[in-house]
């Protein structure tokens, strides 16, 4: 694998756990709001 | 935070972690794409986690259908369900468009193909942000309901996807698993598959769970509203 085949792997593994962690947030986000809203 | 979903997390990282290792470090390279073939390993759990949540999506928005006039608790946990499940499905098939995007730039020279699994894939993605977006700007007493039907036709385009490279010559590779005689990965690439299918699907329930959480108090909430007011 050349150059390009290892940075589209590591693009691939960093893109995943990247766009896991903004969804995350954004559901972490909400869980607080409702846990307010609950007390 | 309730402590089993702390312990949940742990675990989930654990597996997560080990699944990393295994992938990058542990299973042999492939023969003839090299270390970019590893991709796959996140690539199929995005798959599988889209799969498994659209799915539990169309379960909930049935359950819906059928109990809203009779059972309301039952209608408003199902459908926070709905809910959480149809975003959490959403990010997976965006994760599986974006790392066989890159995949396919390694090993075919092109981003992206019109083929019959790449389209039909990103329809079922556009079919899904619309049901959020309807979830998001539509008001009144019927959004929950069209939201449900809506679902369900979107639901449709699932087999469609998994049986697009049965069915039509696509760019797009025969399918891995399932496929014709001798199709598959060798046993010994095979623990990368299980370490990170697991662990991402518990990632999943994790996060799907905390979503559940909130959009149920919510609705909840507004409910209690509603009745408070007459």
Known sequence: ?39 | MKLWRWLWLLATLGVLAEGFRVALFLVPTDAEQGNVQRIFYYHIPSWAGMGLFFAINLGCSLVYLAVRNRNHALAIKADSLAVASAEMGVVFCFIGLVTGSLWGRAVWGIWWTWDARLTSTLVLWLIYVAYLLLRRFAAGPQMRTLAAVMAIFGYLDVPLVYMSTRWWRTQHPAPVFGGAPGSGIDPSMMPAVWWNLAGWLMWGIFVASMRYVSEYRAQKNEQDEALKAL
């Open chain 1, 1 to 39: 694998m050349g150059d390009m085949g290892h940075r589209h792997l590591v693009l691939a593994y960093a893109a995943t756990i990247v766009i896991h962690l903004v969804y995350l947030t954004f559901v972490a986000i909400k869980y607080r709001a409702a846990k307010k809203v609950a007390k």
